[in-house]
């Protein structure tokens, strides 16, 4: 069986999903696309878990919506702070993690004088 189920997807894809998991509607899938970002259990830290989704919460820093994964030299992140409205997606061609790149570009995204805020 193909990697991931043979799902395939590139970052326009991406950043629409989030866009929606970000103001989810109020219709389907809207509930669902919300319930799956609300903590339900704690992971360690400051590290809550949804359904399928991370949810970083520090001090004095905007909560982080965000998941990860990577196969056959491919690794991924895409993560959303719901506080500034915007959402962050990186692809890559490495074994080597992405998740900090994710984490400066989700922050960086939310400071007024960013390029692009969303």
């Known amino acids: 069986m193909p990697?991931?189920?043979s799902l395939r997807s590139h970052a326009e894809d991406?950043?629409?999903?989030l866009e929606a998991a970000l103001d989810p509607p109020s219709e389907r899938p809207g509930p669902?696309?919300?319930l799956a970002h609300t903590p339900l259990g704690k992971r360690r830290g400051a590290t809550s878990l949804g359904l399928g989704w991370?949810?970083?919460?520090?001090?004095?820093?905007?909560?982080?919506i965000w998941h990860n994964g990577g196969t056959w030299g491919f690794c991924s992140f895409a993560g959303f702070v719901?506080?500034?409205?915007?959402?962050?997606?990186v692809l890559s061609n490495t074994t080597r993690g992405v998740e900090r790149l994710g984490f400066q570009?989700?922050?960086?995204?939310r400071q007024p004088s960013s390029p692009r805020g969303r």
């Not at 991406?14 to 999903?17: D, L």
Request: glycine share 6%; charged share 20%; no cysteine.
């Open 3 to 5: 990697a991931a189920g």
């Open 14 to 17: 991406m950043m629409r999903f």
């Open 32 to 34: 669902a696309l919300q």
């Open 54 to 64: 991370m949810v970083l919460e520090r001090r004095r820093r905007p909560t982080v």
């Open 82 to 89: 719901p506080s500034a409205g915007s959402a962050v997606v």
């Open 105 to 109: 570009l989700a922050e960086a995204a």
